[in-house]
């Protein structure tokens, strides 16, 4: 066994080592270092700075920009090589405009965040950007986006809330046929473009506090729609389309604070639904105590609603077909061979082969060659519309 005095001794050592590392401080774990570069960004004369992913790169290497929050007024970058940007960050500066060269330049831009900046246009050249999938101009002053918007087809995400947009592209539904969420809130839109209804890939589309009249109608093309979010549109909206009960994947539903009285009975139909938001309107229907008694309530009240009225709804004229045109000799119907009459038994069950709105499809003749000379006269006006003329059998030449 150690004796006494080594065993204290060890206990000595032990202590003045721990004593000598408390001297020495914390150790530093190397990690990778983020580098900041310099950028020409012309602001008064001032220099900005940029950040750049991963030690060492050089500038051609950079694949991430961050110029945010620096004061920026306007841009120059002639010396970073753009078309190695694959995110740019240029949120909460001071900038003005987008120079178009500027963005023509990153055609490998997959992110561009131009948030709380003072932009009233966007660069034309935007259009370019075709492997662009999230662009955030939230917090400018837009009063529209540039058409060329819609050749970012790759794009995925489009925030632009907190401008003073009136109007989205009309054709945008038609094109940007990948974007799975829309966010125009807190805008000035008076009406959202008819296309939408083509962007059969949007899981989220929020439109709260605009200026909404009313919502495109067929919305049930939306197939994969999870949110959607119109509240706070106040007195403009008044109805709501019937194909908002139609969207087969609708999970939330916020309508709230607007100015409408009655929902659609098409609501019933919304089978994942979770959440349905409605407060803040006068509605009569649903009465508010259904309401109250949450969504359950409001989906059985307007289902049984939905149920009752097409029990009420007459039954509709049947449209003129065969049997009309027959009773009215203005379709023949009948075989045209010589010697037969209308109902006439010509052998076989008791019921016969001939009735009163039926065609005796062993009576005409195949149609082969029917475009030929010898059938044109079959198309005369005067022959089609005559009431005894059998329109299938071709012209007897004497």
Not at 75 to 84: F, T
Request: proline share 6%.
């Amino acid at each position: 066994m150690m004796g006494y005095e080594h065993m204290n001794q060890m206990t000595m050592t032990t202590t003045g080592m721990m004593k000598n590392f408390n001297k020495v401080g914390p150790i530093n774990i190397p990690r990778k270092k983020t580098t900041r570069r310099s950028v020409s960004a012309i602001d008064g004369g001032a220099a900005a700075t940029a950040a750049a992913a991963g030690e060492g790169d050089r500038p051609q290497d950079l694949k991430t920009l961050d110029l945010s929050g620096m004061s920026l007024a306007s841009l120059s970058a002639s010396s970073i090589n753009l078309a190695s940007i694959s995110k740019l960050d240029l949120s909460n500066n001071n900038i003005q405009q987008i120079p178009e060269s500027l963005v023509a330049r990153m055609l490998n831009l997959w992110t561009l965040d131009l948030h709380s900046n003072q932009l009233k246009t966007l660069p034309n050249s935007i259009g370019c950007l075709s492997k662009l999938k999230v662009l955030n101009v939230s917090g400018n002053n837009l009063k529209a986006l540039p058409k060329t918007i819609e050749d970012c087809r790759s794009l995925e995400e489009l925030n632009a809330n907190f401008n003073e947009l009136t109007t989205l592209p009309d054709t945008i539904g038609f094109e940007l046929t990948n974007l799975t969420k829309l966010s125009v809130n807190s805008n000035k839109l008076i009406v959202l473009p008819s296309s939408l209804g083509h962007l059969t890939s949007l899981r989220v589309l929020d439109a709260r506090l605009n200026h909404l009249g009313s919502l495109p109608e067929d919305l049930e093309n939306l197939v994969n729609l999870q949110v959607l979010n119109v509240s706070q549109n106040f007195q403009h909206l008044k109805t709501l389309p019937y194909s908002v009960g139609l969207l087969i994947s609708l999970v939330e539903l916020d309508v709230s604070y607007n100015g409408i009285k009655v929902l659609p009975d098409s609501i019933g139909c919304l089978r994942k639904i979770q959440k349905l938001s409605v407060e803040g309107n006068p509605l009569v229907s649903p009465p508010f105590e259904v309401v109250e008694n949450g969504l359950e309530a409001v989906k059985q009240y307007m289902s049984e609603k939905m149920t009752e009225s097409n029990k009420k709804t007459p039954t509709k004229k049947k449209f003129w077909g065969i049997g009309k045109m027959v009773k009215f000799k203005t379709f023949h119907g009948l075989s045209s061979s010589p010697g037969r009459s209308p109902g006439r038994r010509t052998g076989g069950d008791s019921h016969g082969d001939e009735r009163e709105g039926f065609i005796n499809v062993s009576d005409y003749r195949q149609i082969d060659g029917i475009a030929s000379p010898r059938h044109v006269s079959l198309f005369n006006p005067r022959r089609l519309l005559s009431p005894l003329s059998a329109y299938f059998s071709p012209p007897r030449y004497r």
